[in-house]
């Protein structure tokens, strides 16, 4: 019933960017706080980025703070991961999730519904 789809993802270089979309449908999406996944090859699962639902709060992991930047548009029920100055340490299958409430959670069984995931490869 609840559906999250990833794409935007790709191959680019060092210093290029990439904007994630997340689209999703099947729940009230304005009511939930949302969040950015990756997994690298060989690497746990990490939180990259989190909002609240009406995009008051967001949180960045301190690799990726001031180079991604988390939105979301509620009309569209989309979430959205913009990244800038990519480098290969961002390499990773990043997917989005809803959290449990309104107010996003830093623990990644407070996300209950996952999408696929779409692939970002950063290499020269």
């Known amino acids: 019933q609840e559906k999250l789809v990833e794409s935007g993802g790709g191959l680019v270089q060092p210093g290029g960017s990439l904007k994630l979309s997340c689209a999703t449908s099947?729940?009230?999406?304005?009511?939930?706080?949302m969040g950015w996944f990756r997994r690298a090859p060989g690497k746990a699962s990490e939180l990259v980025a989190a909002?609240?639902?009406?995009?008051?709060?967001?949180y960045y992991i301190d690799a990726v703070k001031g180079r991604f930047t988390i939105t979301r548009d509620n009309d569209l029920n989309t979430l959205y991961l913009e990244m800038n100055d990519l480098g290969p340490e961002d390499t990773a299958l990043y997917s989005c999730?809803?959290?449990?409430?309104?107010?996003?959670?830093?623990?990644?069984?407070?996300?209950?519904?996952w999408g696929q995931g779409t692939q970002v490869t950063v290499t020269s």
């Open positions: 999730a809803k959290s449990q409430g309104t107010v996003f959670s830093l623990a990644p069984t407070c996300y209950c519904s």
């Open positions: 099947g729940f009230n999406f304005d009511i939930y706080a």
């Open positions: 909002i609240s639902s009406n995009a008051d709060n967001s």
